[in-house]
């Protein structure tokens, strides 16, 4: 009996310890989510900085809309951000927000929209562009990248805006959040983002360590209102 105990005990603090352990973070507040901001060019929204080369603010207008059809807002509306990036890290444009009150090692999920708008050049009518993501860097490391949009096929293609997450484990209580336009191509990908906001992080699907313990401890249960029962 004493032995039946230890065990389902034992189960229990492995049941407890494993719910502990899973991501329980609470939302953090990013200032100016919806990247509201002047027009310009060259020019991060309000409460952003430009955190690498010039990011632009934009809205359907441009600037920058050098496409052959009209640009389409993001479901969040207003302005949003274009950003030119490539495979090299250093001349892709980003913009970065600095944010207080996160528990370190806790894991935090940002949500937003992103398109892949090309770019016609003006004086050559040339369709340029690349594939291309937004890469989540956090306190300057790499951290997370959302997925990888292809260039619209030709100018005329519809701007499509689609959502995505990128997580990150906190690393300090205050965190200096940068997201980057990238390509994996050397020319550049004029990438959108807008929207941008904290989410609860999604419970994952247990890890088969995870779902072996649990397995392990009803194996357990049944063991002992097995043994009961006799
Ligand atoms: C770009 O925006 C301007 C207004 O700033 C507009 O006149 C022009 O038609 C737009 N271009 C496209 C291709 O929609
Ligand atoms: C954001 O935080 C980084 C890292 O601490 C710091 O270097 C940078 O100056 C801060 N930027 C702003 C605009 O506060």
């Known amino acids: 009996m004493k032995n039946t105990l230890a065990r389902f005990s034992n189960s229990f603090l492995a049941i407890a310890a494993l719910t ?7 939302a953090q507040v990013i ?52 950003g030119g990036g490539s495979s090299l890290f250093p001349s892709s444009e980003a913009i970065g927000q600095n944010i207080t ?8 999920q940002v949500f937003f929209f992103q398109t892949n708008l090309g770019f016609e050049h003006p004086p050559t009518g ?19 990248t959302s997925t990888v ?9 519809p701007i499509v805006w689609s959502t995505d997450t990128m ?30 906001h904290f989410v609860p992080v999604s419970p994952s699907v247990p890890e088969p360590s995870t779902a072996l313990l649990a397995m392990g401890a009803s194996l357990g249960l049944l063991a002992i209102s097995r043994r009961n029962r006799n």
């Open 20 to 26: 502990m352990l899973s991501p329980t973070a609470q």
């Open 149 to 157: 949009l292809t260039k619209p096929t030709v100018a005329t293609d």
């Open 101 to 108: 009150g996160f528990t370190i090692g806790d894991t935090y």
């Open 167 to 196: 997580t990150f484990v906190a690393p300090s209580t205050t965190v200096e959040l940068a997201f980057v336009s990238r390509s994996s191509a050397a020319l550049a990908a004029y990438m959108g983002i807008d929207g941008i």
């Open 31 to 82: 200032a100016n989510p919806s990247l509201t901001g002047p027009v310009a060019s060259g020019t991060a929204p309000i409460d952003w900085f430009a955190w690498q080369n010039t990011p632009d603010t934009v809205d359907a207008g441009g600037p920058f809309n050098n496409t052959g059809v009209p640009w389409t807002l993001s479901p969040d509306g207003g302005t949003f951000v274009r």
């Open 126 to 144: 040339n369709w340029l562009g690349e594939d291309g993501y937004w890469e989540l860097v956090v306190n300057g490391t790499p951290t997370d």
